[in-house]
Every structure is written in structure tokens, then in C-alpha cells.
């Protein structure tokens, strides 16, 4: 049920995205927060079938409580990201926030971390031994502390998709967006930075508030897994052929693919190997030739 669930959702977000360049103005706009609705439902939606209320509390409070409380902060004080402005083209606003923007915090963040926990060996079979303990041994240390900083670049990376897409849409605009990377002019480094400092934030507070089901991925967790790459490669071809936007492909598939590239090698070789197991699992009959 859960995996239904979430592959119907992620196929209606799927659809909305491929359907965001062919529309323009308003109907944009529009289809912007409907991707974003449905994004947050869908990851908390899925925090919530597949782990319980818990997780996905957890996950509501650190990413979409935590993102509007450190958009709120920076609209009001250009901290820790910058001078910047929302328009009132994303919907209602708190505190001069749009109601949508803390969910993309929460539609991202949790895919991003399943993914860090994957690629830090978290599995079922090793979920007793994914958390910290009072003795704590290095191995269990490196582990946790990799697996925080590949949750965290994991989410951050994304807007170097994220903010080039809404900068030039006018969604927001930076009263001083010096200095800028390379080619992504409007937008300052400090963002980027700020983004940074939110998910190390996000990603250390995640896992002690949700407990140890948060500590492993499973079957379960699939449709997440395929979010994340979606994601990753639609955004480069999106960005690079359909909105003209190639630096920000560039910045993007770079970004991303410190955990992207990683999770889809990853992914290759679990399937390679489910294919190779079968066979290898023939009975040995000692006396028989093995031509035969």
C-alpha cells in the first residue's frame, strides 16, 4: 500500500513537472505550487506510511517548521542567505514568506536523506547499528557524521537548480547579488551558503527526533529513491534545453552528483547483483562435469 501510495503520487509530480515549460505567466505560477503540494505530500506521506507518525513529525517540524522559521529570519534580517524579496506570485504569505516555501524544504529533504542513509549502508539488516550510542565506536561515528554530510549536500545542491529556475521567473529577487558564481548572476553566494548551514542543521536534527526507523531504507523507500534521481537528471535537461538556463545545469549536475552519480552506481550494481545471484546459487554435485 505504501509503495502504491507513492508511486502514483510521484507519477502526478512527475507530470506536473514535464508540464511546467509549456505553460507560461500565471498558469506557471500555479503549476509551481501545485509541484510543491504535491512534493510535500508526497515525502511526508511517505515518512508517515512506511515509518509512522513519529518520522514524519519529525520531519514536519525540522524541515517545514525549521525552513519557514530560517526564511522568516532571512527575510526580516538577511540572515543567513542574503537581501531578498519574495514577489506574491507563490500564494499567501507569513511573515512576508510564501506558505509553499518551507514545504520544498520538507518535498526535498527527505528524499535526500534516504538517499545519504543508502549510501552510508544503512539497510534493514543494519538498522540496530546505524545510530549513535553512549560508547559509541569510530566506525559508528564516521558513519553518522558521513552520512549527515551527504544528507546535507544532498539537499543544498538542489538549489543550485532551484533558485537560477525561480530567480528567473521573478519568484524572488536579491537587493544585492554580489558576489555570484559563475554564470548565475541574481543570486549571491551567501545563499548558497545559508543553504548549506540549514541542512547541516535540518539533517543533524532529523535523525535524534525521529528515532531509529529513520536510520535505514528498505523496498519501501523506492519511489524516494526514485524521486531523487528524477530529480537530479530531469533538472539538468530542463535546465540546459527547455528553460534556458545552462549554467545552472552545469552548477546543478556538478552539485547534485556528489549524491546522485554515487546512488545510481549504487543502484546498478544491487541489480547487477540480483542477477548474478540466482546462479550462483546452483547445488554444487560433486562427480557431475560441469559441462554437462
Known sequence: MTRRISWTLLAVLVLAQIC??????????????????????????HALLSRGPRVAAALVAVATGGGFAIEAIGVATGVPFGSYDYSGELGPKLAGVP????????????????????????SATTAGAAGLTASGSGSTIGRWVGRIALATVGLAAWDLFLDPQMVAEGYWIWRDATPALPGLTGIP??????????AVLLMSALRPLAGPAAAH???????????YLWTYFSSILAHAVFLDLPASALWGAAGMSVTAVPLAVTLLR????????PADRQPHRPGVDATR
Not at 553566494?189 to 540549514?198: E, K, T
Open 99 to 122: 506558505l509553499i516555501i518551507p514545504l520544498a524544504w520538507t518535498w526535498m529533504a527527505w528524499p535526500a536523506w534516504l538517499t545519504a542513509v543508502r549510501l552510508t549502508g544503512g
Open 270 to 277: 544491487a541489480q547487477r547483483g540480483r542477477r548474478i545471484r
Open 189 to 198: 553566494v551567501s545563499n548558497y551558503l545559508g543553504w548549506l548551514l540549514f
Open 20 to 45: 511546467y515549460p509549456l505553460t507560461t505567466g500565471a498558469t506557471r505560477a500555479g503549476l509551481t505550487v501545485a509541484t510543491v503540494v504535491l512534493g510535500w505530500l508526497l515525502s511526508v506521506g
Open 217 to 227: 531504507t528498505d523496498r519501501r523507500d523506492h519511489p524516494m529513491i526514485a524521486l
